[in-house]
C-alpha cells in the first residue's frame, strides 16, 4: 500500500432505512438486485499525478439514490454528480466538473470509480481537497481495499439497472466502442487493444463485471505509459507526480519498472479497468455487452452520451421512485442532501 494512507472516521451520519450489514469478505453473499453503500466513513490520502499534489479523500456513506457524488472541500460545497454528462475533459484522464463551474472540477476519476462499480457500491459521498485523485501504485488495487476497509452496507431500494435495448456505437478511424443488448443480466466487456511496441502488441480481454471477477482479473492491474511520453509531458508541467512506482513505463520493447508486469496482458487489463470506470457514468448498472479495440475516454463517454440520447436504445429494469426519468436526471436527489 506504498504511497496510501488510510484511517477511519468515527462519526457515521444515521441515514439508514435498513441496518442490514454485509461485510465485503461475504462477497458471494452480494444481492444484485439492491442497491449498495459504504458501511462506514473511511479516508485516505496520496499524491496526484498530473499536479505532484499530496490529496486527502474521505468517503462517507450515502443513502439509495444518491449515486456517487464528489465534493471539492477545498472550494466549497458543490456538488460534483459522477455523471457522463458532467465529464469535461477526457485528454489526459478521466475529468468530472460542477456543470455551473469548470473551475471546480476533480481529474482522474476513473480508477477510484471503477473500484466502486466493480465493489458494487452504487452511494457514496467523497470529499477531495484537491483537483485530482490520488494515483497510488496506478491500479484500484488500493482502492477496492479501501472499500474492503470501509466494510459495504445493503440498502433497501432496489438497484438501478439500464438495459441496453439496442446497439450504440462510436467510430474513430479503427478504433470503436459499443453497447450492444444482451438477454443475460449484468454486463460483459470484451475490450482490445493494439500498439506497436512489441512488448503490448496486439491484446483482447473478455469478462463478466461481478465483484470476484473485478477483483481477482482486473483491479490491480496498473496504468501504463511510454518514456517519451513522460518527457513530454513534463516538458508541458504535467505529469509531476509520476513515478515507476504509479504506472508501467514502456521504452521500445522493454518495460522499465525493476518488478516488471503483474501478467503479460496487463495492458489490456488496465483498459478493461478504464472501461468500467468511464460506464460507471451513468450512474446506473448495466445490462448489455460491451466490445471496444482501442477506445479511450473520449470514445468511451461519447458513446454514453450517444445511447442516453437516444430514449429507445435503453430503459431501466427497476423502479426506484429516484431514477431519473428519460427527462429528469438525479440532480434534485442530492441537492437535497
Ligand atoms: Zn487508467
Known amino acids: 500500500m506504498d504511497g496510501m494512507l488510510i484511517h477511519p472516521v468515527s462519526e457515521m451520519p444515521e441515514i439508514y432505512d435498513d441496518k442490514e450489514m454485509l461485510p465485503l469478505s ?5 444481492n444484485p438486485q439492491f442497491e449498495y453503500t459504504i458501511h462506514t466513513p473511511i479516508v485516505c490520502s496520496g499524491n496526484g499525478l498530473h499536479t505532484g499534489q499530496f490529496i486527502n479523500l474521505k468517503l462517507l456513506p450515502a443513502p439509495a439514490g444518491t449515486g456517487i457524488v464528489f465534493y471539492r472541500s477545498d472550494l466549497g460545497n458543490h456538488p460534483i454528480p459522477a455523471r457522463y454528462d458532467h465529464v469535461f475533459d477526457t485528454r489526459l484522464s478521466t475529468v468530472i466538473a460542477d456543470p455551473k463551474n469548470s473551475e471546480i472540477r476533480i481529474s482522474t476519476v476513473e480508477h477510484l470509480m471503477a473500484a466502486l462499480t466493480g465493489m458494487q457500491i452504487d452511494n457514496v459521498i467523497i470529499e477531495c481537497d484537491g483537483p485530482e485523485l490520488p494515483v497510488l501504485d496506478g491500479s484500484a488495487a488500493d482502492y477496492v481495499f479501501l472499500l474492503q476497509c470501509a466494510g459495504q452496507r445493503k440498502l433497501q431500494s432496489r438497484a438501478p439497472i439500464l438495459k441496453v435495448m439496442q446497439p450504440i456505437r462510436i467510430e474513430e478511424g479503427d478504433c470503436f466502442a ?3 443488448p444482451s438477454t443475460k443480466p449484468g454486463l460483459f466487456l470484451s475490450v482490445s ?3 506497436p511496441a512489441a512488448i503490448i502488441g496486439k491484446q483482447s480481454f473478455d469478462m463478466t463485471l461481478t465483484p470476484e ?3 481477482r482479473e482486473i483491479s490491480y492491474c496498473r496504468t501504463f505509459t511510454f518514456k517519451h511520453e513522460i518527457e513530454h509531458l513534463h516538458k508541458m508541467g504535467l505529469a509531476r507526480g509520476g513515478s515507476l512506482d504509479n504506472a508501467i513505463v514502456v521504452e521500445d520493447d522493454k518495460v522499465l519498472n525493476p518488478e516488471g508486469l503483474y501478467c503479460t496482458d496487463e495492458f489490456v487489463r488496465h483498459k478493461m479497468l478504464d472501461v468500467i470506470g468511464d460506464l460507471s457514468l451513468l450512474g446506473s448498472r448495466i445490462q448489455g455487452t460491451f466490445v471496444s ?3 479511450g475516454h473520449k470514445i468511451n463517454n461519447l458513446l454514453l452520451r450517444k445511447l442516453m440520447s437516444q430514449s429507445k436504445a435503453w430503459c431501466y429494469l427497476s423502479d ?4 431519473f426519468s428519460k427527462k429528469s436526471t438525479r440532480h434534485s436527489v442530492y441537492s437535497t442532501l
Open 178 to 180: 459499443e453497447l450492444r
Open 293 to 295: 479495440n482501442k477506445s
Open 213 to 215: 471477477n473485478f477483483k
Open 320 to 323: 426506484a421512485p429516484y431514477l
Open 193 to 195: 487493444i493494439d500498439f
Open 26 to 30: 461475504l462477497s458471494q453473499q452480494y
